[in-house]
C-alpha cells in the first residue's frame, strides 16, 4: 500500500485544518489506518487508529480526544483527520500509516506502511 498525504501548513491556535491520506496500489481493506505525529526532540506517537473494517471505535490519544477527528472515504480509498481546536503543542509532523490486520497498536514499529509527512505548524 501506497500512501499520500496532504494538508497541513501553518494555521492560527483555535483553528481547523484538515489532513488527508490516500491509499494506492491496495485499499485500506484489512488494515488498521492512523495518524502519528512527531514534535522536534520528541518519539512519533499515535494519535488516532481504526480498523478500516470497523467493530471498534476509534482509538483517539488523550491529549487529542474530542478535538480530532477521523473519517473515511471508502469511494476515494481516503481517510481524513479533521483537526480542531488547535494548541501550539499540536505542532509535529503528521504521518499516515497502516498495518495489516484489525488491532489497533500503538507502536510506530506495528506500521508497515507510511505516508511522507505532512508538517503542521500552529501559531498562538
Known amino acids: 500500500v501506497q500512501l499520500q498525504a496532504c494538508g497541513g501548513g501553518l494555521a492560527q491556535a483555535g483553528g481547523s485544518p484538515r489532513l488527508s491520506c490516500a491509499a494506492s496500489?491496495?485499499?485500506?481493506?484489512?488494515?488498521?489506518v492512523g495518524w502519528f505525529r512527531q514534535a522536534p526532540g520528541k518519539e512519533r506517537e499515535l494519535v488516532v487508529a481504526?480498523?478500516?473494517?470497523?467493530?471498534?471505535?476509534?482509538y483517539y490519544a488523550d491529549s487529542v480526544k474530542g478535538r480530532f477527528t477521523i473519517s473515511r472515504d471508502n469511494a476515494k480509498n481516503t481517510v481524513n483527520l479533521q483537526l480542531n481546536t488547535l494548541k501550539p503543542e499540536d505542532t509535529a509532523v503528521y504521518y499516515c500509516a497502516a498495518r495489516t490486520g484489525a488491532g489497533v497498536r500503538t507502536t510506530p514499529r506495528s506500521y508497515q506502511y507510511w505516508g511522507q509527512g505532512t508538517q503542521v505548524t500552529v501559531s498562538s
Open positions: 496500489g491496495r485499499t485500506f481493506s484489512g488494515h488498521v
Open positions: 481504526f480498523s478500516w473494517s470497523g467493530g471498534h471505535s476509534p
